[in-house]
């Protein structure tokens, strides 16, 4: 059974980190582009950034390029988000997905999500 559990969520101030941990079970994950999306009230999902199976592509929403990070643990399945200087726009619901079809489809939402961890950023 495909399952994503996203962790690391919490309340931090403007300026302040967080580390979203994605840990993936189930199926062949290693093999999977895979990606973060947040989703803050009222607002419609949308991406955060992107990575590919070997981790040796990237993307980033030009909201958060050169404050989140992306990256994976391929042996551990693990997929992570870095997010450094976070502003109280940051705030949402943030999920992580796969995609076994591609990273160009990854990047519009994958087959397999995750329930999501909340980012609480204060002013």
């Known amino acids: 059974q495909a399952r994503l559990v996203e962790s690391g969520g919490g309340l931090v101030q403007a300026g302040g980190s967080l580390r979203l941990s994605c840990a993936a079970s189930g199926r062949a994950f290693s093999t999977y582009p895979m990606a973060w999306f947040r989703q803050a009230p009222g607002k419609e999902r949308e991406f955060v950034a992107a990575?590919?199976?070997?981790?040796?592509?990237?993307d980033y929403a030009d909201s958060v390029k050169g404050r989140f990070t992306i990256s994976r643990d391929t042996a551990k399945n693990m997929v992570y988000l870095q997010m450094n200087s976070l502003k109280p726009e940051d705030t949402a619901v943030y999920y992580c997905?796969?995609?076994?079809?591609?990273?160009?489809?990854?990047?519009?939402?994958?087959?397999?999500w995750g329930q999501g961890t909340q980012v609480t950023v204060s002013s």
């Open positions: 990575i590919s199976w070997s981790g040796g592509s990237t």
């Open positions: 997905t796969a995609e076994p079809a591609g990273y160009m489809e990854v990047k519009r939402g994958g087959r397999y």
